[in-house]
C-alpha cells in the first residue's frame, strides 16, 4: 500500500501539471508546453528562498506564486499572441514549438544559475511518513493528493457556474462566436496563461521537496503532465485528476514490479489503451457537458 500512496503523491503532481494545460486549453485553445518546466523553476525558486534566504514559507509561496505567473503572461504575450496576428481567429499550432522553446529557455536558465545536480527544496513540517490504511506515506505528500483534488474540483465548478468560466467554455467551442457575443478573447488567453502559471509556481514549490530540483524534471513533469491530461480528456479538470493519479500509481506499480526502467513504456501502454477505448480519454468536455 505503500507504493500506492507514492505513486498517487507523485499522481496529483502530474495532476496539477495536467490542470495547468486545462487552464489555457479551455480558454485559447493552447497547448502549453512550457507548463511543466514553469512548475520545474518555480521549485529552483523555492529551494532560492527557502534555503537560501531562509523565507517564511507563506512569503515563499506568494514568490513563486507571482513569479510563476509573470512567466505564464510573458509566455502568452511573447511566444503566443504574435503568432495570432493575420490568424485571429484560427490556431496555427506553431505555438507547440514556440512554448517548447519557452521551456528550452527555462531550462537553460535554470542550468546555469543553479546548476545541473539535484537540489534538496526543505519544507517546512514532518518529514516522518504516518500509516494510512496499510501503508505509509509523508505528510507533504498526502498534502499534495488534497490539493490536485480540490484544484481540480474547484475549476470544474468555477468554470461551470461563474460567467468568466461559461466565458471560456464560450471562447473554447468558438473563438469567433464568443467575440462577436461580446467576449474579450485576447484577455481570456492572457489571464489563462497568467493563472496557470499561477498554479505552476505554487505546484513547483510544493514539488521540490518531493522530486528534488533539477533542470530536466521540467521535461517529465511536463511528458507525464499530458499523458494525465490526454488519458482524462481534454477539457476536462475532473478528468486531469483522474489521470494524474492513474498515471502515478500505474508508474510506481511498474517502477516496483518490473523495474522503474519500463515504468515509462507501462504509462504508454495504458495511455493506449484508454485511447482505444474512450478516443476522447476517460472524461472529455462533452462528456461532462451532457451530464
Known amino acids: 500500500m505503500t507504493t500506492v500512496w507514492y505513486g498517487l503523491s507523485d499522481g496529483a503532481i502530474y495532476a496539477l501539471v495536467a490542470l495547468g494545460f486545462d487552464i489555457i486549453l479551455t480558454a485559447s485553445g493552447i497547448l502549453n508546453f512550457a507548463q511543466g518546466a514553469v512548475v520545474m523553476f518555480a521549485s529552483f525558486i523555492g529551494y532560492q528562498t527557502l534555503s537560501q534566504m531562509h523565507l517564511p514559507i507563506v512569503v515563499a509561496i506568494l514568490i513563486c506564486a507571482v513569479i510563476g505567473g509573470v512567466i505564464g503572461g510573458l ?6 499572441w504574435p503568432l495570432s496576428l493575420g490568424h485571429r481567429w484560427h490556431a496555427t499550432h506553431t505555438e507547440l514549438i514556440t512554448t517548447v522553446g519557452v521551456a528550452t529557455i527555462l531550462t537553460g536558465l535554470a542550468g546555469l544559475k543553479w546548476g545541473y545536480n539535484p537540489l534538496s527544496v526543505p ?8 500509516p494510512l490504511l496499510g501503508g505509509r506515506i509523508l505528510p507533504l505528500g498526502l498534502a499534495m493528493i488534497l490539493i490536485a483534488i480540490a484544484t481540480g474540483v474547484s475549476l470544474h465548478f468555477w468554470t461551470h457556474r461563474t460567467r468568466v468560466g461559461m466565458a471560456c467554455l464560450a471562447a473554447s467551442e468558438d473563438r ?16 489563462s496563461f497568467v493563472a496557470a502559471g499561477v498554479l505552476a509556481g505554487v505546484a513547483g514549490i510544493l ?10 524534471l521540467g521535461d517529465t513533469l511536463t511528458l507525464s503532465g499530458f499523458v494525465a491530461l490526454a488519458a482524462g480528456g481534454f477539457g476536462s479538470y475532473l478528468g486531469s485528476i483522474i489521470g494524474g493519479l492513474l498515471t502515478g500509481l500505474v508508474a510506481s506499480l511498474a517502477a516496483r514490479s518490473i523495474g522503474a526502467n519500463y515504468q515509462q513504456m507501462v504509462v504508454f501502454a495504458l495511455l493506449l489503451c484508454i485511447l482505444l477505448v474512450r478516443p476522447s480519454g476517460l472524461l472529455s468536455q462533452k462528456e461532462l457537458r451532457r451530464a
Do not use: D, M
Request: avoid cysteine; charged fraction near 10%; glycine fraction near 10%.
Open 123 to 130: 519544507f517546512p513540517g514532518s518529514q516522518t511518513t504516518i
Open 75 to 80: 509566455t502568452e504575450i511573447i511566444a503566443i
Open 207 to 216: 514539488t521540490g521537496p518531493i522530486t528534488y530540483s533539477l533542470p530536466t
Open 176 to 191: 469567433q462566436a464568443a467575440a462577436l457575443r461580446g467576449i474579450n478573447v485576447r484577455r481570456l488567453a492572457f489571464g
